[in-house]
């Protein structure tokens, strides 16, 4: 089954520098999410994207964070400027339609800002 | 605003037991509820979901769950324990008509025991 790929799997950054996570989602899915799990806590919804526009954002993603979709394969989450509480597995997911359609998750990216 | 809490942070079971993983969910609206496993370094797959249909749910891995509007639960079960099974296990809640994104529980840290 084609999968939704995650790079890097494990990213270390200084705070206060940029990171650019970066996803690949299965071909024929035209929703795109990303989510966080802060560690022990809850998988939380960062934004959603479709149609080459966010849809949807959470109080989270703020001015720091950014996404796009530049070459209609890879989509990416832009950190512009770490701090220390962005640590975390971000998730990339995907689905074919709304609501009742099941997202398609990745792996993960772990991130630790130190 | 929909909510979801999952009862019980660890389950621990003895392989070839009964499992039962509690979800209670809050939504104004009908939801959509949406039972995912993580294995360790991997992402959320999904197991099974409700969307309004039939209220027991099949899904994989011998798992299943009924939707029971009255108690406002969407409990994960399945007769018999298989080490396999060891993994996180989140409940999520979309809103039909609604919010596209999923609100996911805290999630439940299955262990089976031999």
């Known amino acids: 089954e084609p999968e939704v790929t995650q790079t890097p799997s494990h990213q270390v950054t200084q705070m206060g520098q940029e990171v650019i996570l970066r996803c690949v989602p299965i071909s024929n899915h035209l929703y795109f999410y990303w989510y966080r799990q802060i560690l022990g806590q809850k998988v939380e919804f960062l934004v959603s994207?479709?149609?080459?526009?966010?849809?949807?954002k959470s109080e989270i993603f703020d001015d720091q964070f950014s996404v796009e979709r530049p070459d209609g394969s890879n989509f990416t989450l832009k950190i512009r400027s770490t701090k220390l509480e962005d640590s975390a597995m971000y998730f990339c997911a995907a689905s074919q339609g709304q609501w009742n359609s099941p997202l398609h998750f990745g792996n993960g990216t772990r991130l630790t800002v130190t | 605003a929909q909510s979801v809490t999952q009862l019980g942070s660890h389950v621990s079971v003895s392989e070839g037991a009964l499992v039962l993983l509690r979800c209670n969910y809050s939504s104004s609206v009908p939801p959509y509820l949406f039972w995912y496993v993580q294995y360790p370094n991997q992402g959320l797959q999904l197991l099974l979901k409700y969307t309004s249909a039939a209220t027991l749910v099949k899904g994989i891995n011998g798992f299943e769950a009924e939707f029971k509007k009255s108690e406002t639960s969407f409990h994960l079960t399945k007769p018999s324990a298989h080490m396999r099974d060891a993994a996180e296990y989140f409940c999520a809640v979309s809103e039909v008509g609604g919010s596209e994104k999923l609100v996911f529980g805290k999630g439940t840290k299955l262990t089976v025991n031999p």
């Open positions: 994207f479709y149609n080459n526009e966010i849809s949807e």
